[in-house]
Nanobody
Framework: QVQLVESGGTLVQAGGSLRLPCTAS????????MGWFRQAPGKERQFVAT????????SYVDPVKGRFTISRNNDKNMMFLQLNRLKSEDTAVYYC????????????????WGQGTQVTVSS
């Protein structure tokens, strides 16, 4: 089992920045990939970004490319999502997720999830 705890969500003005940390615990050696998803009110959960834990290779959904950056601290089993130039449409609950199956798709089929952290962008 892997446990994930994310934090850092808050109210921020449009154009501002925010960093969301996610801490993994438990069987972290089983993690192949970690990612971020978000769910806006009335919408389905959406893939945002991911990182292969061993190689550091990243992927992003198009609307956040150039604005969001995913990073990690392997020693502390932590992952971060840096959100820059925030827009009102970035308002959502952001979830940290971990994937253990290397055969799974990078933007779906994650095995473990955090509880979510609310990011609200005011225009």
């Amino acid at each position: 089992q892997v446990q994930l705890v994310e934090s850092g969500g808050t109210l921020v003005q449009a154009g501002g920045s925010l960093r969301l940390p996610c801490t993994a615990s438990g069987r972290t050696s089983s993690i192949f990939r970690m990612g971020w998803f978000r769910q806006a009110p009335g919408k389905e959960r959406q893939f945002v970004a991911t990182m292969r834990w061993g190689t550091g290779i990243t992927s992003y959904v198009d609307p956040v490319k150039g604005r969001f950056t995913i990073s990690r601290n392997n020693d502390k089993n932590m992952m971060f999502l840096q959100l820059n130039r925030l827009k009102s449409e970035d308002t959502a609950v952001y979830y940290c997720a971990a994937q253990t199956d290397y055969r799974a798709s990078y933007n779906t089929d994650y095995d473990y999830w955090g509880q979510g952290t609310q990011v609200t962008v005011s225009s």
